[in-house]
């Protein structure tokens, strides 16, 4: 099966060389165009207008430069990439995003947590797999 586009998700924080190669590969094979997506947590109401705006501006002025370093390497390598950016919970960002492109296939690098911290808190990439309408390759960091 062919794929025509692929979403790839960073945050920033996991490393993504592995999800990037596997990006590279399977677009080239299927001459797929990427959807690069890059959400950043929502900011708490309670720290002040003043304070959110400030920091959701910081924020994504981070979350651009960081999904613009990532989509230049894969442009580089020959692919048509389409950045996104989005405040919001990962796995939303990341469903909606996939939905709303039409992408056939999700990439999402995963780094190792403890058992413990995953049990507590879960992951970002045990939800996205949960609730996705398309496969979901989860690469390791």
């Not at 586009?5 to 596997?22: F, Q, S, V, Y």
């Not at 109401?45 to 003043?50: C, F, T």
């Not at 995003?97 to 879960?122: F, K, M, P």
């Amino acid at each position: 099966m062919a794929l025509d586009k692929i979403l790839l998700a960073i945050d920033g924080i996991t490393p993504t060389e592995n999800a990037i190669r596997w990006t590279l590969d399977l677009a080239e094979r299927d001459r797929a165009s990427v959807v690069l997506v890059y959400p950043f947590a929502p900011i708490p109401n309670y720290l002040g207008e003043s304070w959110q705006q400030e920091l959701v501006k910081r924020n994504l002025a981070e979350a651009e430069a960081t999904a613009e370093r990532t989509a230049s390497v894969l442009r580089a390598g020959g692919l048509d990439v389409e950045v996104v950016v989005g405040a919001g919970l990962p796995v939303d960002v990341i469903l909606r995003t996939a939905a709303d492109h039409g992408c056939g296939l999700i990439i999402i690098a995963n780094r190792a947590h403890g058992e413990v911290a995953t049990l507590l808190s879960g992951s970002t990439s045990q939800r996205v797999i949960a609730h996705a309408r398309v496969p979901v390759l989860v690469v390791r960091a």
